[in-house]
Nanobody, 116 residues
């Protein structure tokens, strides 16, 4: 079974930056497709960014140009660098992966709060 643990969330003023990390264990990290999702209270969980085993990347239109997703297979870690943060970015951010056995896993989330 895969376990995902997010970290790096916190409180930041609008225009500031944070870097989120997702540490994976229990499987072969290099064989995983990885994603960041976020969910604000009362709203549906939405895809923020994704990165495949081959390094293909996609972003939601709302974060393109401000967020950067990356992965370090040697450290079993995925990152989300978030710059120029807006109050609308406030949400719980979740790590998600699809394993090489095509099983879907979620982390518990890390809170990001952006004040105006």
């Amino acid at each position: 079974q895969v376990r995902l643990v997010e970290s790096g969330g916190g409180l930041v003023q609008a225009g500031g930056s944070l870097r989120l990390s997702c540490l994976a264990s229990g499987s072969i990290f290099s064989a995983m497709n990885l994603n960041w999702y976020r969910q604000a209270p009362g709203k549906q969980r939405e895809l923020v960014a994704g990165i495949t085993t081959g390094g293909s990347i996609n972003y939601a239109d709302s974060v393109k140009g401000r967020f950067t997703i990356s992965r370090d297979n040697a450290k079993n870690t995925m990152y989300l660098q978030m710059n120029s943060l807006k109050p609308e970015d406030t949400a719980v951010y979740y790590c998600n992966c699809l394993s090489g056995r095509l099983q879907l896993f979620w982390g518990q989330g890390t809170q990001v709060t952006v004040s105006s």
